[in-house]
């Protein structure tokens, strides 16, 4: 509750010829904006006539009450405190700027007033631009006029901004409100319109956290953590507000990352051009999903990322004992030399000194199942990987982007073929509309699998070397995904019989390479 300024005494001092004056009526001011922006002097300036009033009727203000950003057609608490000011006979005059800043909900709020009024026969009412007064004659008359007006003008108003709104979404330009993260407003096409485009900087931060949920899988927490770190405005924060706003955001609360945030921002369906109105997608007259603005990712990595969030393990952040298994460097790579079993990883015991790789094969008693030191192995197979790697350029395989276009295609017409089955499935379902709908999609998935361009994947050489990635990338999981592009397998023979088992024994380590 917004509260500002209070009287304090409620009587007046001794007049000279002995009789005292009589107690100043209390007042509570009351005002309403319906849109906050702290920009507007709207607020101020209701404030500054209704003391201007208080002043020259001599009335002792005990309370000011504010309801920022509030709409007139709900219940807003600072407007009820107001009136239980009266009810509790902690003030004598409500007064208000004007009738609708009270409330634009008609008759059912007029009639708490008049009912309070009623109960309080010294209780008073002023609407100031109004010119209303509830000890005038036939105030009730006016006023119910004046609560009616307030309310439909309100419904007009709400009328005309749906209607806005719903030409702008068909239109293809942006509705307003909080600009999606990764996008900025720019001047559309139309006059007085407002479009989207990619917003370089947050388009940087959008792909550098999808390639950690992707390929290194992060957490959302420690993701959350580094952009908190970084100190990187969230979506909604009143710094970024202000910065697209074209105001001086400094000093302002740049908000905090949560996981929660993350997963809901990077599944979010504005990173691939998409837009929602009402809870919906956007959607063009087949039901397939309208491309709105520019995509700031491809499909494949929106694909890729809904997977990883959508992965329990990695949405709590927890670790598994499979997870565990995969979580050293030749995880899935490292094979035993003797039987051919892959060979997990063994944390030091009090037996050990030093963390093993050891078979897997336990039960075989055929296999002498070879161990060795993980610290030794992981040392031998990075040498020999930089050694032999190190100078190469990486190549990566690139889908063309008439095939990638066409499989994208396809998904959202098979997307609006399983929506449309589930519609006409729906009790009261408009059979004339779904049924030709249904057919058009099925008609339009025959004609891309015919046109599709499937082709061959491209072979793309990066200028960016094996062991430049190497170093940039420290982590299990980036270095384990560089090693298997390198190599099928790495198989662990045992030691020869004689030779000590101190020393590296690189000898021990059979590659079979890809490369």
């Known amino acids: 509750m917004d509260v500002v300024g ?12 002995g009789a005292t004056f009589p107690p100043r009526r209390r007042a509570v001011l009351y005002s309403r904006l319906s849109v906050s922006d702290d920009t507007s002097t709207s607020i101020a300036r209701q404030l500054r006539d209704l003391r201007a009033l208080a002043e020259r009727e001599d009335l002792e203000i005990v309370a000011e009450l504010v309801d920022d950003g509030v709409s007139g057609r709900t219940s807003r608490a600072n407007a009820t405190e107001a009136l239980q000011f009266l009810r509790e006979r902690r003030a004598d005059v409500l007064v208000v700027w004007k009738f609708d800043r009270w409330s634009r909900q008609g008759m059912r709020s007029l009639a708490d007033l008049i009912d309070t009024l009623d109960e309080i026969p010294s209780a008073e009412f002023v609407a100031l631009q109004d010119g209303l007064r509830s000890a005038q004659p036939a105030w ?17 108003t709400a009328t005309r901004v749906r209607s806005s709104i719903q030409w702008r979404v ?20 139309e006059p007085n319109t407002r479009t989207l485009i990619p917003n370089a900087a947050e388009v940087a931060v959008i792909e550098e956290v999808a390639d950690a949920l992707i390929t290194k899988l992060w957490t959302p927490n420690r993701v959350a953590d580094v952009l908190n770190q970084r100190q990187v405005p969230t979506g909604r924060s009143p710094y970024r507000t202000a910065r697209n706003r074209g105001r001086n955001p400094d000093g302002l609360d740049r908000g905090t990352w949560r996981p929660g945030t993350v997963m809901q921002l990077w599944t979010a369906s ?32 929106y694909e890729a990322l809904r997977a990883a969030v959508r992965d329990p393990r990695l949405a709590a952040g927890t670790t598994t004992q499979a997870n565990r298994r995969r979580s050293q460097l030749l995880s899935g790579l490292l094979f035993c030399g003797e039987c051919g ?3 997990y990883s063994n944390r030091a015991s009090r037996g050990q000194r030093t963390s093993v790789y050891t078979c897997s094969r ?43 276009a066409d499989r994208a295609r396809l998904a959202d017409i098979e997307q609006a073929i399983a929506r449309t089955t589930d519609e006409l499935g729906l009790t ?25 361009q499937t082709g061959v994947l491209e072979v793309v050489l990066t200028e960016e070397t094996y062991a430049e990635r190497w170093f940039a990338e420290p982590s299990f999981e980036s270095r384990r995904d560089l090693l298997a592009k390198a ?11 004689g030779v000590p088992r101190k020393g590296k024994h690189p000898e021990r380590l059979v590659y079979e390479t890809l490369i």
Request: charged share 30%; aromatic share 4%.
């Open 487 to 497: 190599y099928a397998r790495i198989g662990l023979a045992s030691l020869a019989h």
């Open 428 to 452: 009261g379902a408009d059979l004339e509309v779904l049924l030709p709908r249904l057919a058009g999609l099925k008609a339009r998935r025959a004609d891309t699998l015919t046109s599709r």
């Open 270 to 301: 504005h990173l691939i051009g998409r837009q929602v109105h009402r809870g919906e997608l956007v959607r063009d007259d087949a039901g397939i999903p309208k491309t709105v603005w520019p995509p700031l990712i491809d499909r494949d990595t």
């Open 170 to 189: 068909d239109a293809g330009l942006w509705r307003g409100g909080q600009i999606p993260f990764g996008y900025q407003a720019a001047e559309g096409k």
């Open 341 to 343: 079993s892959i060979v």
């Open 362 to 404: 336990r039960s075989d008693p055929k296999c002498p199942k070879p161990t060795m030191s993980l610290e030794l192995v992981d040392e031998m197979v990075t040498e020999r990987f930089l050694s032999d790697f190190g100078a190469c350029r990486i190549t990566t395989l690139r889908e063309p982007d008439a095939a990638r």
């Open 140 to 156: 009730r008359i006016v006023a119910s006029v004046l609560a009616e007006v307030a309310r439909m003008e309100s419904e007009n």
């Open 6 to 17: 209070a009287g304090q005494g409620l009587t007046r001092t001794a007049r000279t010829d």
